[in-house]
């Protein structure tokens, strides 16, 4: 690996840590309304949005209220987005006239954007309108994420408050994460972008001559290129900030207009991981002890590195099978080196793999490279930060309550090697806690295992496989992991838009989402329900090294005893082959 590559990780891994704490501090303030910096200029906006929705927030609601608004508002989000792709034919707002999507297709796309998941089957440039683009699926990159922000929010009052059943109020959670906190960063983000040359326009899609014509398969000469545009940097941003990471264009963040220059890759790739790692300081300030937030933040950026590292090393590694043929695939000065298959030349494999590591940590999914082109390995390390979890830094809200419940784990696990009730925070964990947490931990995996059983086992699942053996094997199980972790990142060598893939895949998506926030909404409820507990000589600190270490431990052994099958079965047995030499 390349000097390159190290001072890459390096950098990386320290500016997302700097930047979490002024965040995470930030959006603590916010969540518990209190005044901020941005208080008098978008207060008015706030207390509009109420009157507007005839909310009072102050009025705080218990755990079964607030996943009942939960569920009822992001139903109606995700009726809204799939009316919206129907109809897109007769709306304005569509320069290219593009027709109606697909029953099939609106329904995953529905339920991918609504679910924070944002996985397509579909080129965005050659199916959506502009009004489809903005109204639908934007609109719900914001609220799809501040619905994850406002669900944690409810779970850590349920850690933080003792002997109560409110948990705060739904609406005032989702206004105030999206007014103060989601809002100006996308402007922000957006207009830096617009800087570095993201398109944003409502400009019809221009042809432009070709600097070198060529001949196509019918003889005849190709002179021009139609070049797609849109209102791409407002929606590329809060797709990055609320990983969601949904792109405009088919290719997402590997199409120019999406992410032109090295700059607007450090700035994209950085809003990945930003809210989400700012949550844990977050999670310290709302329960009055810092250094359990600091603690869950040394979990998550333990295991990342633990990935991050492995993977960018891989992908410096050249083909085996190129080097016979007498291809270098050197670092030099003329060329990054290592594997540039699937890859960008401005880019290269340090950046590609970060990236992969990075939108895989998150719920996030965007890419800059096609992971589908990695070497096995290399593909490996992305299919295993979705199955764990996608809690390392996880999506904006979702990844952290996925988390906690790790964390209820591993104290539950080390009460028992003492021999003692298990407390977190003052809490007892109990019976009923750790069912609901077990529920959370593993519904996940269940969906990931059923849906790839059923993709290989079927004729309709197997039919769009168009990489037979191991690679394809692969390539099924990944989309799985992905819809079963709400990631949205795919090995696009799956042909997915299809009636199979597009039902399978929604369903996978939608139960990954929602039958996951009422049990750690449940969890929450019982945990506020409790009396708080004084710590005594005999109560597991929670905030040390060794607590790290066991968090990092049983997310690890979770994700392995579950997966590991079959990664032995798909990247492993391909990685075996390409280096011993089998066809």
Not at 108 to 118: E, I, K, M, P
Not at 270 to 281: D, N, T
Not at 496 to 510: K, R
Not at 534 to 547: I, Q
Request: include cysteine; hydrophobic fraction near 50%; proline fraction near 6%.
């Amino acid at each position: 690996m390349t000097s390159h590559a190290w001072m890459l990780l390096i950098g990386y891994t320290a500016v997302l840590v700097v930047l979490s704490w002024p965040l995470g501090r930030f959006m603590a303030d916010v969540l518990e309304g209190r005044r901020t910096f941005l208080s008098g200029l978008l207060g008015p906006i706030e207390r509009a949005c109420y009157r507007l929705a005839g909310v009072r927030p102050e009025e705080e609601m218990s755990w079964s209220r607030y996943a009942f608004a939960t569920l009822a508002f992001n139903g109606v989000g995700l009726l809204v987005v799939y009316v919206l792709q129907r109809v897109q034919q007769w709306l304005p707002l569509n320069p290219q006239h593009l027709g109606a999507v697909t029953a099939h297709s609106s329904f995953d796309t529905a339920v991918s954007f609504a679910t924070n998941t944002n996985w397509q089957g579909y080129g965005g440039e050659t199916t959506m309108s502009y009004l489809t683009q903005m109204l639908g699926l934007a609109v719900q990159n914001f609220v799809s994420a501040a619905s994850g922000i406002a669900v944690m929010a409810a779970v850590v009052r349920g850690i933080a408050r003792h002997e109560t059943d409110r948990l705060g109020n739904f609406w005032a959670d989702l206004v105030r994460t999206t007014v103060y906190i989601l809002l100006p960063l996308s402007l922000l983000l957006a207009v830096a972008l617009m800087s570095q040359g993201v398109v944003q326009t409502f400009e019809p899609y221009p042809s432009v001559p070709l600097v070198e014509p060529f001949h196509a398969t019918d003889s005849t000469w190709v002179r021009e290129q139609t070049l797609a545009l849109g209102p791409v940097a407002s929606q590329v941003a809060i797709k990055q900030l609320g990983t969601n990471g949904g792109g405009f264009f088919n290719v997402n963040s590997a199409h120019p207009f999406e992410n032109p220059t090295p700059f607007s890759n450090a700035l994209e790739l950085l809003a990945i991981l930003v809210i989400s790692a700012g949550l844990c300081i977050t999670f310290g300030r709302m329960v009055r002890d810092e250094r359990q937030g600091w603690a869950l933040l040394a979990a998550m950026t333990v295991i990342f590195l633990l990935a991050a590292g492995p993977c960018l090393w891989l992908e410096h590694q050249p083909n085996p099978r190129f080097t016979p043929l007498g291809v270098d695939a050197t670092p030099s000065a003329a060329q990054p080196g290592g594997n540039m298959e699937g890859k960008e030349a401005r880019f290269g494999p340090a950046e590609s793999a970060l990236w992969a590591t990075a939108t895989t940590s998150a719920s996030n999914g965007s890419v800059n490279a096609m992971h589908d082109s990695f070497t096995p390995l290399g593909g490996l390390i992305p299919m295993v930060m979705m199955q764990l979890g996608e809690v390392v830094y996880g999506g904006v809200g979702s990844g952290l309550y996925g988390m906690l419940a790790f964390v209820l784990v591993a104290v539950f696990v080390a009460g028992l090697m003492v021999g003692r009730t298990p407390e977190y925070l003052g809490k007892k964990i109990e019976a009923y806690e750790m069912k609901m947490a077990s529920l959370v931990i593993l519904f996940p995996p269940f969906l990931v295992l059923f849906g790839t059983a059923l993709g290989v086992a079927t004729a309709a699942g197997r039919a769009t496989i168009f990489n037979p053996g191991v690679h394809g094997f692969s390539e099924v199980f990944y989309a799985f992991s992905s819809a079963g972790n709400n990631n949205g990142s795919a090995f696009a060598g799956l042909g997915a838009n299809t009636p199979f893939y597009n039902t399978v895949l929604g369903i996978a998506m939608f139960f990954a989402r929602y039958a996951l926030m009422v049990p750690i909404l449940a969890l929450a409820g019982s945990l506020a329900g409790k009396k708080k507990i004084p710590a005594g000589s005999g109560t597991l600190p929670t905030h040390t090294p060794l607590f790290v270490a066991l968090i990092v431990g049983v997310v690890l052994i979770v994700g392995a005893l579950t997966f590991l099958p079959g990664l032995a079965v798909g990247p492993i047995v391909e990685h075996l082959k390409l280096y011993g030499g089998t066809p």
